[in-house]
């Protein structure tokens, strides 16, 4: 079974702060992906990654950041959280591009 | 780049009854159209698949249709029973290149015993 762990259930941060979240597979795929879920706006795609090291911006890539240092882990960052960055992400990967997507189970962050 | 919308926003039905969900996309070329099951609380999950080269799929009580001339998808569920009430969520991409998943923006179905 494919396991992508994000290592946050809940997450509550002050606007300003940094916020880093951490998004971990482990069957070797070589893309992986942010999404935010908003009520009645679906998922929406943040960065997403095909490879170490390589970035792609999505849809709504403004006030985040993404680092991929190593195959298995992809990190969102938040440079200075805001309000309107309280919603639910979730990190996904796959094996090939534009195929099916493995969730994680995903990370509700509110920022006060 | 692709647009995939999604009707209705939210759907409910009787137990035993049948559910259709229906998208369109904007894309030609795109080939692969999976849809995704997100029970409340927990992280979406695909249920079925079809490709371009299909135009029908069935999975026990679910199926896919696909028509690439109207670029339209939808997904049948039958003899619908409390455990299908969730959030769907269809999605489009093309199978290469560096190509993404478009979802649409989820339909929430209720079922009622």
């Known amino acids: 079974d494919v396991k992508v762990t994000q290592s946050s259930r809940y997450l509550v941060k002050r606007t300003g702060e940094k916020v880093f979240l951490e998004c971990v597979q482990d069957?070797?795929?070589?893309?992986m992906f942010w999404y935010r879920q908003d009520p009645g706006l679906g998922l929406r795609l943040i960065y997403f990654?095909?490879?170490?090291?390589?970035?792609e911006k999505g849809d709504i890539p403004e006030g985040y950041s993404v680092s991929r240092e190593k195959k298995e882990r992809f990190s969102l960052i938040l440079e200075s959280a805001s309000t309107n960055q309280t919603s639910m992400y979730l990190c996904?990967?796959?094996?090939?591009?534009?195929?099916?997507?493995?969730f994680g189970q995903g990370t509700r962050l509110t920022v006060v | 780049g692709e647009n995939v919308e999604q009707h209705p926003s939210t759907l409910s039905v009787q137990e035993g009854d049948s559910a259709v969900i229906k998208c369109t996309y904007s894309?030609?070329?795109?080939?692969?159209f999976p849809w995704y099951k997100q029970e409340l609380g927990k992280r979406p999950q695909l249920i079925i698949d079809?490709?371009?080269?299909?135009g029908e799929k069935k999975d026990q009580r679910i199926a896919v249709t696909l028509n690439k001339t109207a670029k339209h998808f939808s997904l049948h569920i039958t003899e619908t029973q409390p455990e299908d009430s969730a959030v769907y969520f269809c999605?489009?991409?093309?199978?290469?290149?560096?190509?993404?998943?478009?979802f649409g923006k989820g339909t929430m179905l209720l079922v009622s015993p």
């Open positions: 996904a990967s796959s094996r090939e591009a534009g195929r099916e997507a493995f």
């Open positions: 069957m070797d795929h070589e893309n």
């Open positions: 990654s095909y490879d170490v090291k390589m970035k």
């Open positions: 894309d030609s070329a795109s080939n692969y």
């Open positions: 079809i490709r371009s080269n299909v």
């Open positions: 999605a489009a991409s093309l199978l290469s290149g560096y190509s993404t998943l478009t």
